[in-house]
């Protein structure tokens, strides 16, 4: 049996062991998703998002990119936000890094790596932003775990420099953006204590002014 035909076997006795316990599952999730939570996470294969917060299909809207990034620039990812804000109405939009980043690492380690160095540069700001804090640490695991909490710090605010968050807020809706870190040796997540859930809370340089202000 080939590796990808083994899936298949797989995706079978997953399906059969659901089903079992829920008979209606499948028919309730094909009819609609209502997940109060929009997960920004890292592509790493290594931080399955609803398993680890132990979340059923159906609960939790996903969107991964290397490093759990938010660019303004990425059309993909404002979509995303977008779509589980607008139409999906989460309540809290969680971006979820990771100790251990591959990518934090590569753009840490300032080695060439070809066309992702474009993506990584993001993750440069961070650290130039707060080299001295960074740099103050002597132990380069420590540093780069440091560089990963503050990388899902920034990508927090960015979140929220958004103006389809800003104009939810505006309409009076609820959308709390949270940032927590995750470690491979553990398994276990970490509130990193940056949430925000209004304009006030980030800076007048990125807030969006109604017709009234």
């Given amino acids: 049996?080939?590796?990808?035909?083994?899936?298949?076997?797989?995706?079978?006795?997953?399906?059969?062991?659901?089903?079992?316990?829920?008979?209606?599952?499948?028919?309730?999730?094909?009819?609609?998703?209502?997940?109060?939570?929009?997960?920004?996470?890292c592509s790493d294969s290594r931080v399955p998002a609803n398993q680890i917060v132990g979340l059923l299909p159906g609960e939790v809207f996903v969107h991964r990119n290397v490093a759990n990034m938010v660019v303004?620039?990425?059309?993909?990812?404002?979509?995303?936000?977008?779509?589980?804000?607008?139409?999906?109405?989460?309540?809290?939009?969680?971006?979820?890094?990771?100790?251990?980043?591959?990518?934090?690492?590569?753009?840490?380690?300032?080695?060439?790596?070809?066309?992702?160095?474009?993506?990584?540069?993001?993750?440069?700001?961070?650290?130039?932003?707060?080299?001295?804090?960074?740099?103050?640490?002597?132990?380069?695991e420590a540093r780069v775990d440091l560089l990963c909490e503050l990388n899902v710090m920034t990508q927090v605010t960015n979140v929220c420099h958004t103006s389809i968050v800003q104009n939810a807020w505006a309409r009076g809706q609820q959308v709390d953006v949270h940032g927590w870190i995750y470690s491979l040796k553990d398994g276990l997540l970490k509130d990193l204590v940056c949430s925000i859930n209004s304009p006030d809370q980030i800076s007048e340089v990125y807030r969006i002014l109604s017709p009234e202000d």
Wanted: include cysteine.
């Fill in 72 to 140: 303004h620039t990425d059309f993909n990812c404002l979509t995303v936000l977008q779509y589980a804000i607008e139409i999906l109405q989460v309540k809290h939009v969680i971006v979820v890094g990771h100790y251990n980043c591959g990518g934090v690492l590569a753009a840490f380690e300032n080695s060439d790596n070809g066309m992702i160095d474009n993506w990584l540069r993001n993750i440069k700001d961070v650290q130039q932003a707060h080299r001295k804090r960074i740099n103050a640490l002597e132990d380069k």
């Fill in 1 to 41: 049996m080939s590796s990808l035909e083994s899936l298949f076997v797989n995706n079978r006795q997953w399906a059969e062991s659901v089903n079992s316990s829920d008979p209606e599952f499948f028919e309730k999730l094909a009819a609609q998703q209502n997940p109060d939570y929009l997960w920004i996470g």
